[in-house]
């Protein structure tokens, strides 16, 4: 299958300092990547559709200025939370769909951000 | 919109079989996925249901009704490593998907 990685796995930051987080598909190309964002013990809510070469598309809530998203190659797709904040500790995760099977979704093994 | 139910435990002893049941309401239906996660992993894909009926693919079976709003995931011959939370989802729009809340299952000896 499809794989997709995530770096870092884990950070820690200060409130007020910004964290970029990366999703590369390994073995596939992916136009479309998608960030979510999963609290404790909660279900995965969609942040954004991440799209090469245009502008992502967020969902509603969702602050674009705050969570900057770039998606420069066919195979990478960088989320960037700026000015952190406590309650922007979260488990983010990426994922992509490899060919036309939108509902067969490759994750990321996620990042764990703790803003301090 | 899309919303999905799903009940948030369940649980159950090694060598049973569990079934997990997802209702949902959509504006527009193209099928029913399911999705494992462990806790702190990344959530692996399992199944996928366009059409009415069951799925089956090991231990794992999928079903759907259509005409229901309903499906379920059947775990069989459930092992330890079977405790994680179990995730359907729908496509909703161009590519993206709308998880239901989870359902976690615990598998004891």
């Known amino acids: 299958g499809a794989v997709v990685s995530q770096h870092p796995s884990r950070v820690i930051c200060k409130s007020g300092t910004s964290v970029k987080i990366e999703c590369r598909s390994l073995?596939?190309?992916?136009?479309?990547m998608f960030w979510y964002r999963q609290f404790p013990k909660q279900s995965l809510m969609l942040m954004a559709t991440?799209?090469?070469?245009?502008?992502?598309?967020?969902e509603q809530g969702v602050e674009k200025d705050k969570f900057l998203i770039n998606h420069a190659s066919l195979t990478l797709s960088t989320l960037t939370v700026t000015s952190a904040h406590p309650e922007d500790s979260s488990f983010y995760i990426c994922?992509?769909?490899?060919?036309?099977?939108?509902?067969?979704?490759?994750f990321g093994p996620g990042t764990r951000l703790t803003v301090t | 919109g899309q919303s999905l139910e799903q009940p948030s435990e369940v649980t159950a002893v090694e060598g049973a079989i569990v079934q997990i049941n997802c209702t949902y309401q959509?504006?527009?239906?193209?099928?029913l996925s399911w999705y494992q996660q462990h806790d702190g992993g990344a959530p692996t894909f399992l199944s996928y249901?366009?059409?009415?009926g069951l799925e089956e693919t090991g231990r794992f079976s999928s079903f759907l009704s259509r005409s229901d709003s309903y499906g379920y995931l059947l775990l069989q011959e459930l092992q330890m490593k079977d405790s994680a939370s179990y995730f359907c989802?729908?496509?909703?729009?161009?590519?993206?998907?709308?998880f239901g809340k989870g359902t976690m299952l615990l598998v004891s000896p």
């Open positions: 989802a729908v496509p909703s729009g161009y590519s993206t998907l709308t």
């Open positions: 073995d596939f190309q992916a136009t479309t």
């Open positions: 959509t504006s527009g239906f193209y099928g």
């Open positions: 249901n366009a059409l009415d």
């Open positions: 994922s992509a769909f490899n060919s036309g099977n939108s509902y067969e979704q490759y």
């Open positions: 991440s799209n090469e070469g245009s502008k992502a598309t967020y």
